[in-house]
C-alpha cells in the first residue's frame, strides 16, 4: 500500500531552534508512518484521526492528506509502519478525543480502510544523563513538541537498530 507523506511544513532551520531551546545538540529529521481513519462529521469534510500501535492517544488531522512534493526524498530515516491497530482501540481512542474536544460528539468513525501516511517529525538528542541520551520530538508540520509520539519513535529506532 502506497504511503501519503503529509507536508512538513517546519523547515530545518526553526527546528533546530526549536530543539536547542528544549537542549539538544544532534538533530535530525525524521517520518513515522501511521494509519489514518476517517472521522464523519455530518455536512462536514472529513477529519482524520492518526494512529499507531504503540501510542496512547490518537492524533487528530483536520486537513485532507494530501501527499508533500518530494522534498523529503533524501531523509535517510524513515521509521517503519506496523500493522494498523484494531479496530476496537481505535474506537476507544476516538471516544477520549470526543471527551477531550467538545463539538465532536456528531462525528463518527469510519468503518472504511485506514490509509498509511507518514507524519514528518524532528528527532533532537539531548546530553548525557546518567549516561542516557534524552530524545525530543517535535512535528515536522507545526514544530510543537509531541512527547506522546516517543514510545512509538523509540519503537522504531530500536528496529532500525535490529536490523542493522
Known sequence: MAERALPRRCDAQSAMTRLRRLGAERFEAARLAMWAFTVALPGADPVWLLCHRRLERG?????????????????RLVLAAEAPPDRQRVARLWFWERLARRGLWRA????????????????????????????????????????????????GLREDAQRA
Request: proline share 8%; aromatic share 4%.
Open 108 to 155: 463518527r468513525l469510519s468503518e472504511a480502510s485506514p490509509l498509511a501516511v507518514s507524519l514528518p517529525l524532528w528527532l533532537g538528542y539531548a546530553g548525557e544523563r546518567r549516561g542516557r541520551r534524552r530524545l525530543l520530538v517535535i512535528s515536522g508540520i507545526s514544530g510543537e513538541p509531541l512527547a506522546a509520539l516517543k514510545p512509538a519513535v523509540l519503537a
Open 59 to 75: 492524533l487528530l488531522w483536520p486537513d485532507s492528506l494530501a501527499t508533500s512534493a518530494d522534498d523529503d526524498a533524501d531523509e
